[in-house]
């Protein structure tokens, strides 16, 4: 196996090594601005607290898909729009079904999402695909989950938000007020966040002149990873683990432990922060108010106990999906569905920069340090 130090290796050729891209630019947006060592984030313009004081999840959509704020026409407008587009083909509707209950709702999320390409026209006008996804998504994680627990998929609302309709069509009854605004902002704070791995993803699909649909599938695949999107599945989990140890739970050592073993904790780090993320404040605010009023403190004060030792430990800050995994727990939804969560709000993201991109495109083509050998001798099969 090729050792990956670049001792010995002719890099004339290869002005710009950098490992994992880091601090690379490859795109110009207008979509987010984030100051890393400040702790700010900005879609188009708007600081993303005021976003989530003021916006509702369609009107970031359409902030990011046009890059300022709709009037209320506009905004109703685009509302009925995503209504009219919130039911699924029958195709799809079968795949979900059929397929294997015990599958990661990511995977089925990103096959559905692949179908759903065969019954749009393919054309260069992407909005109205942008809108179809965003509408669809939410149909296909609640169906997926109802029927994996034996219970008959709930037809959408043709009123209502995608906050409120997602948790209509999830639990089989409408939601309160207070549910509907917790996932309305969590659908706020997760929508778009610069050049990370799934929109570079959705933007690499986009600038091979592909399709929208295989751009956010690909984009799909990228965010089910832990390193990424994955991770607010894997905090849940974590915090269930020492639950399950009972009176003798104790996340500080958990914590102590699995940084002397050189292993990550899952929610903190993060490539652009420095601080703490901006989100995570929202976030955090959420999960006490929450954990407190639906009897899962505990869980709460574990998390704030791992993020006082990671601060001690490492001055590590938590990012975005620590304190979500509480907020989703505290409103009755499974852990293997955050991630969906986190992709119903992030297609608007990543809708955004594919028309970005296909408007202003060049194919994206980096280069890779050979370090492998050259020129090797043949030998014949029956000689090796
Ligand atoms: C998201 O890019 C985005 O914007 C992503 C996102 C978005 O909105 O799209 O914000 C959403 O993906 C959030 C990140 C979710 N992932 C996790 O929570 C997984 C745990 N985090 C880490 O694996 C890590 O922090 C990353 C993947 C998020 C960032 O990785 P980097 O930039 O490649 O950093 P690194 O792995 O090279 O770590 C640098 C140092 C190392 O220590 P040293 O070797 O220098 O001593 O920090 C340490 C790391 O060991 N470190 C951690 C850690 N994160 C970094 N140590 C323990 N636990 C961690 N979580």
Redesign the pocket.
């Known amino acids: 196996m090729a050792q990956h130090n670049l001792e010995n290796i002719d890099t004339s050729q290869y002005p710009h090594i950098n490992k994992?891209l880091?601090g690379i630019v490859a795109f110009s947006t207008t979509k987010s601005f984030?100051d890393g060592q400040k702790g700010e984030l900005i879609y188009s313009g708007y600081n993303i607290d005021t976003l989530a004081e003021n916006a509702t999840f369609e009107e970031v959509c359409f902030l990011l898909w046009h890059d300022r704020l709709p009037n209320s026409k506009e905004l109703e407008k685009l509302k009925k729009d995503l209504i009219a587009q919130r039911e699924l083909p029958k195709t799809v509707l079968d795949y979900i079904k059929n397929t294997n209950k015990s599958a990661e709702p990511m995977a089925v999320l990103r096959t559905a999402v692949s179908m759903l390409a065969d019954y749009e026209p393919i054309d260069s006008d992407n909005l109205p695909h942008a809108i179809a996804i965003t509408a669809q998504m939410p149909t296909i994680i609640a169906a997926f989950d109802r029927v994996r627990n034996g219970k008959d998929i709930v037809a959408p609302l043709k009123e209502g938000s995608t906050a409120f309709n997602f948790l209509y069509m999830l639990n089989g009854e409408k939601p309160g007020d207070a549910a509907e605004k917790t996932m309305d902002l969590c659908l706020i704070l997760?929508a778009?966040?610069?050049?990370?791995?799934?929109?570079f993803t959705a933007r690499t699909i986009c600038a091979t002149e592909s399709d929208m649909f295989s751009a956010v599938t690909g984009a799909i695949g990228a965010?089910k990873g832990?390193?990424?999107?994955?991770?607010?599945t894997?905090?849940m989990n974590t915090l269930l683990e020492l639950d399950k140890q009972g009176d003798k739970a104790d996340p500080v050592a958990f914590t102590k432990g699995?940084?002397e073993k050189?292993?990550?904790?899952?929610?903190?780090?993060?490539?652009?922060?420095k601080t703490f993320?901006p989100?995570a404040f929202h976030l955090r605010k959420m999960s006490k108010q929450l954990s407190e009023e639906t009897g899962h403190v505990k869980l709460y004060e574990w998390s704030e106990a791992m993020l006082k030792t990671?601060k001690d430990e490492?001055n590590?800050d938590?990012?975005?999906?620590?304190f979500s995994a509480t907020v989703y727990y505290s409103i009755g939804i499974k852990p293997d569905l955050y991630t969906c969560i986190?992709t119903m709000s992030?297609i608007s993201?990543w809708s955004a920069h594919y028309m970005e991109q296909a408007a202003n495109n060049r194919l994206v083509r980096p280069r890779a340090l050979y370090i492998g050998e050259k020129n090797l001798d043949w030998k014949p099969v029956e000689k090796r």
């Open positions: 994992g880091d984030i997760h778009e966040h610069g050049m990370n791995a799934s929109t965010l832990p390193l990424h999107g994955g991770a607010n894997a905090v699995k940084l050189k292993e990550k904790i899952m929610g903190f780090g993060h490539r652009v922060y993320d989100r990671m490492k590590i938590p990012n975005v999906d620590f986190f992030r993201g």
